[in-house]
């Protein structure tokens, strides 16, 4: 776990994985952390109704040593926070402001999780894999096909498939030469966990993009880059999902695959401008 994600990013990402007593601190951090920074383990242990111990289970497995560290980890994040009272006005445009100045903020740590060379290893499997097949389903389906349509952009071919069953025949069908990047928000969406499961029955290794470190799809991938998500919860990614920072990541991505492939990917680029260009309608007959 990278050192730099901040605490209240960790347990965004890190919660399904926690046990019910851990879930209660992480909970209780996030809801008060200008409270809780305050608070020696045993009073947070009491604030959250458990025994010190699962304080310090929760600080551990959210990746610091004790609770002295997650501290002043929280400490630093909230110094390093914008003041919350900005006035972004009244009415809906006023709620747009507010609503996109949170999505900016999250965006600040969207690969906070994430480590260099997990990410320098997933570039280089898409970049050389023998053949490339992007899978996802409900909401994240936007997401798979935009990064299809870059990668391939780029002289990276990939395959997208809107349907579910054939997602799966088409990664059982994949081999040790390929890769199956799924994108799943949540990880648990069944149609996606499915083609990930007859990807690695093909011997294929499998990419998640996804929102959270544990889950049905973080445990069958070979390598997992988690997006934090926008909210704080599983309940609150489900409720207002937002993919804003998946599609950021896609386009650094594509283009970080895009540098390991050099000279072809300037050539093909080249020809996607050519094509663009013959397809613009200026308006006269």
């Not at 289970?57 to 980890?73: D, E, F, K, N």
């Not at 283009?255 to 300037?266: I, K, M, S, T």
Request: proline letters at 4%; hydrophobic letters at 50%; aromatic letters at 2%.
């Amino acid at each position: 776990m990278p050192v730099d994600a901040p605490t209240t990013v960790r347990i965004a990402a890190m919660r399904n994985g926690l046990q019910p007593t851990e879930r209660r601190v992480a909970d209780l951090i996030v809801a008060e952390p200008d409270a809780v920074v305050e608070l020696t383990a045993q009073q947070l242990a009491d604030r959250a109704g458990v025994a010190r111990s699962s304080v310090v289970r929760a600080c551990q497995s959210l990746g610091y040593r004790g609770y002295p560290q997650l501290r002043v980890a929280l400490a630093a994040e909230l110094g390093a926070q914008p003041p919350r009272d900005a006035d972004h006005g009244d009415g809906p445009l006023g709620e747009l402001r507010a609503a996109l100045a949170r999505t900016a903020q999250s965006l600040t740590t969207a690969v906070s999780l994430m480590s260099a060379d997990d990410v320098s290893s997933a570039v280089a499997d898409v970049a050389r894999a023998s053949r490339l097949l992007v899978v996802a389903n409900g909401l994240s389906a936007p997401v798979a096909s935009d990064l299809a349509m870059r990668l391939t952009a780029v002289g990276r071919p990939a395959e997208v498939i809107a349907d579910a069953i054939a997602q799966q025949i088409a990664a059982r069908q994949l081999s040790s030469a390929d890769v199956c990047v799924v994108v799943s928000g949540s990880g648990a969406n069944a149609a996606s966990v499915r083609a990930a499961e007859a990807a690695r029955s093909a011997g294929a290794r499998v990419l998640a993009l996804t929102s959270f470190a544990s889950s049905p799809l973080a445990d069958l991938a070979d390598r997992s880059l988690v997006i934090t998500p926008t909210g704080v919860s599983f309940r609150e990614e489900l409720a207002h999902t937002s993919r804003v920072a998946h599609a950021a990541f896609v386009e650094a991505f594509v283009d970080a695959v895009a540098g390991v492939l050099g000279e072809r990917a300037r050539v093909v680029r080249a020809h996607v401008l050519g094509i663009l260009s013959d397809n613009l309608d200026d308006g006269t007959a």
